[in-house]
Structure formats: structure tokens, C-alpha cells
């Protein structure tokens, strides 16, 4: 883990060194810092992985890592996730809803409509896809007791109310279709025109899955008018929707 961060900040040297007439540090480098571990601000770390300065992250910066638990169990995770929503609510409320029923917002599922910090905030596995582990993820989502991203069910029960029909899109396995639903249910979300999972043949990025998905229901006659996801990857690509809102996720980093 210490070697990819290192080796993450090596290439970003490396690369700047391409950089024509850049400007010279101020402060000349000592000689002597090989073995150094650089010290790292992991707010502007997480400002640039939210806002996608930082892209194909394999992992939380080792010393962020209590970081990251503490704003991911904290107040300020939530209070990120309302104001987001707040302004989805926002302009949700500015678009003139005709009565046709094709009108959809896409929600992500992981980290979007359910949260899966119970599992990552488990000792054994810690924040950050450091100790990613599909065998003990598929377990976790199995048990089915995600609970739900609060803001999020709020966003969910408003578009619902104003006649906007939720779709969800999510990289889950299609294996995993009746242990979703029922968590989903469970939680607080028991409406929707379609509900998207990985089946095998669904293979390529995520962006390019999302994408595929979203196209198919352009096809079908739905009018994507708001789209909501903790990843990048829900959000860029083909048929994104008209307007798109990016939850925060400092702990894994999808393509
Ligand atoms: C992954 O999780 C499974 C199930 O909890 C466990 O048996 C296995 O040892 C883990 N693998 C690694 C590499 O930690
Ligand atoms: C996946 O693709 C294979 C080969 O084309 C096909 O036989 C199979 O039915 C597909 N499975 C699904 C679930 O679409
Ligand atoms: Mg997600």
C-alpha cells in the first residue's frame, strides 16, 4: 500500500518533469530524501478525488486512511450528502414535469441509495479498497442489510412525489437481484420503473456499462432529467441526463 502511494506521487513527478519551462521549486530539493514519506493534506487530497483532478485511485492514501473513516462516520459526510441533494431538489422543482410518465432520474445503488459503511467501517477491512476483497463484499452485500443513504431516500421520495419515476443502475450482479430488492425495500425504496444490475455479458468499464443502460433507455422513450452517483463513472459517458449529481466517496475510486 505504501509502495502504490509511493509510486503514485513518483509518476506525478515523473510526469510534471514533461512539463516545458516549468517553474522551479522554490526550495531546491535536499539531496538526501529517498526512503521520506511526503506529507500529505487530505482535505485537498479529497477536494481533488472528488471533483476528479485525481482519477484511477487504487487506494486511500495510507495516512488518510483515519481521515477518511472519520469524515465517512462523521457529520460532515451527511451534511455533504444533503446539501447535494438540496440542490437536486432544486432543480428538480425548476423543470416543468409534463404528465407523460417518461420523465426518470437515475440513482446509483452502492454508496448512493445504500450504504455499505457498515462493512468497510469493520476492523478487518478498513477504508479504502487497501483490503478490497470480492469474496468477503459479495458476503457483506448477501447478508443484506445496507442501510440507506438518508439524503439520498430524501431526494428518492421527493422525485417520486413530483412524478419523476426512479431507474436504478447498479454494477451489483444480477445473482444478487432478490437480495437487493428486499434490501432495498427494507430501507425505504419500493418504487421503480427499472431496477439495472451486471449481468455476465455485461463486461467493459462501468462507464461504458452505465452508458450502454442509459442508452437502451433513451431508446425506450425516457427522458433522463437528473442523474445521481458517488463515482465519476455513474456520471460521464452517453446519456448522462440533463443535469448530474456526484456524491461523496473518498474511499474507492470506480472507472
Ligand atoms: C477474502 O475474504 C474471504 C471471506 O471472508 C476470506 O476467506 C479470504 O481469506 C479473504 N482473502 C484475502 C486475500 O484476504
Ligand atoms: C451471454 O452470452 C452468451 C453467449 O453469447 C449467451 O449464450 C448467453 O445467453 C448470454 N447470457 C445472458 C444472461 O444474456
Ligand atoms: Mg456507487
Not at 445496507?146 to 422525485?159: E, I
Not at 460521464?236 to 456524491?247: A, E, H, I, N, P
Amino acid at each position: 500500500m505504501k509502495f502504490i502511494f509511493f509510486f503514485l506521487l513518483i509518476s506525478i513527478a515523473a510526469k510534471s518533469d514533461l512539463i516545458p519551462n516549468q517553474i522551479h521549486p522554490l526550495h531546491p530539493k535536499s539531496g538526501s530524501s529517498g526512503s521520506h514519506v511526503p506529507q500529505i493534506n487530505c482535505l485537498s487530497w479529497r477536494l481533488a478525488v472528488e471533483t476528479n483532478n485525481i482519477q484511477d485511485w487504487t487506494s486511500v492514501p495510507l495516512q488518510c486512511e483515519d481521515y477518511v473513516g472519520h469524515y465517512m462516520l462523521g457529520k460532515q459526510y451527511r451534511d455533504d450528502c444533503y446539501n447535494i441533494v438540496a440542490a437536486a431538489i432544486q432543480y428538480a422543482k425548476s423543470l416543468k414535469i409534463g404528465k407523460d410518465g417518461k420523465n426518470v432520474w437515475v440513482f446509483d445503488i452502492d454508496e448512493t441509495t445504500l450504504s455499505n459503511l457498515p462493512y468497510y467501517a469493520r476492523s478487518d477491512v478498513a477504508f479504502g479498497s487497501i483490503k478490497y476483497n470480492d469474496t468477503a463484499f459479495d458476503e457483506w452485500t448477501r447478508e443484506g442489510k445496507a442501510p440507506t443513504v438518508p439524503a439520498a431516500l430524501f431526494l428518492y421520495n421527493t422525485l417520486l412525489s413530483m412524478g419523476i419515476k426512479p431507474v436504478f443502475i447498479s454494477g451489483t450482479k444480477e445473482e444478487f437481484r432478490q437480495i437487493r430488492i428486499t434490501n432495498l425495500n427494507k430501507v425505504g425504496y419500493h418504487s421503480w420503473i427499472r431496477l439495472i444490475l451486471k449481468g455476465v455479458n455485461d463486461t467493459g468499464s462501468s462507464m461504458k456499462y452505465k452508458s450502454r443502460k442509459r442508452a437502451e433507455l433513451v431508446k425506450d422513450g425516457y427522458r433522463i432529467v437528473g442523474n445521481i452517483g458517488d463515482q465519476w463513472s455513474d456520471l460521464l459517458g452517453d446519456y448522462v441526463g440533463q443535469r448530474t449529481f456526484k456524491l461523496p466517496d473518498p474511499m474507492y475510486y470506480i472507472a
